[in-house]
């Protein structure tokens, strides 16, 4: 079945500091999208990218969707203490279920 | 109001019990969706059901068994708990264009089942 390869694992960083993180897959998608989860919560959608190439923000947040269709990347700007959770990538066919990358679990030290 | 709720948040029980796990969500979504996240946080689905009608039934054994009474719930049964049920149980609903999903899932906040 298809794959996700999410990197990396885990990341402390300082706050303030810049985070980047990716995405990759042996299949192709039609959507990228990604998500994070707070501590004891459900995991809310950050960004959706729907064409190879598109490059879309949300604030502090940018996304990338790869021009093979087959990676994305996210980067989150001067991190915040809030930051802190696990972002999932996530990748989409339509007629399959949506995938989820293993999620990066990212620490921000005040 | 809560978007996606789901019942209840906490489960602890022993092996071999029968439990259910209720959601509801008020966002008007035709889809809905059981997933699981293990101890590493990977997040698997298991079920997905669009207007009351069982659409993806992933490789879940039979003591798994979903219900959706009406398309604003989906229900989770599992029957002859094992240890290795334990987990956190995430129902989620979307919205369909043109009969598809986007793939943008709004989840609950998970129910914990711990089983002894």
């Known amino acids: 079945g298809q794959q996700l390869n999410q990197s990396p694992q885990s990341m402390f960083i300082q706050e303030g500091e810049d985070v980047s993180m990716n995405c990759t897959s042996s299949?192709?998608?039609?959507?990228w999208l990604w998500y994070k989860q707070d501590p004891g919560e459900g995991p809310v959608l950050l960004i959706a990218l729907y064409k190879a190439g598109e490059l879309t923000s949300n604030g502090r947040l940018t996304a990338q969707f790869g021009i093979t269709r087959k990676d994305s990347f996210l980067n989150i700007s001067a991190s915040i203490p809030s930051d802190v959770g696990i972002y999932f990538c996530?990748?989409?066919?339509?007629?399959?279920?949506?995938?989820f990358g293993k999620g990066t679990r990212l620490s921000v030290i005040a | 109001d809560t978007a996606v709720s789901q019942t209840p948040k906490y489960l602890v029980t022993q092996m071999g019990n029968d439990k259910s796990i209720k959601c509801e969500q008020n966002l008007g979504h035709d889809t809905m969706y059981w997933y699981k996240q293990d101890s590493k946080k990977f997040l698997k689905i298991m079920f997905s059901y669009n207007n009351k009608e069982l659409i993806i039934n992933e490789t879940v054994p039979n003591r798994f068994s979903p219900k959706s009474p009406d398309k604003a719930h989906l229900n989770l049964h599992i029957n002859s708990l094992e240890l290795g049920d334990s987990a956190v149980y995430f129902c989620?609903?979307?919205?369909?264009?043109?009969?598809?999903?986007?793939?943008?899932?709004?989840f609950g906040e998970g129910s914990r089942l711990t089983v002894l």
């Open positions: 299949s192709i998608f039609n959507t």
């Open positions: 989620a609903s979307s919205q369909d264009q043109q009969g598809l999903s986007t793939g943008e899932l709004f």
């Open positions: 996530a990748g989409f066919s339509g007629n399959t279920p949506l995938v």
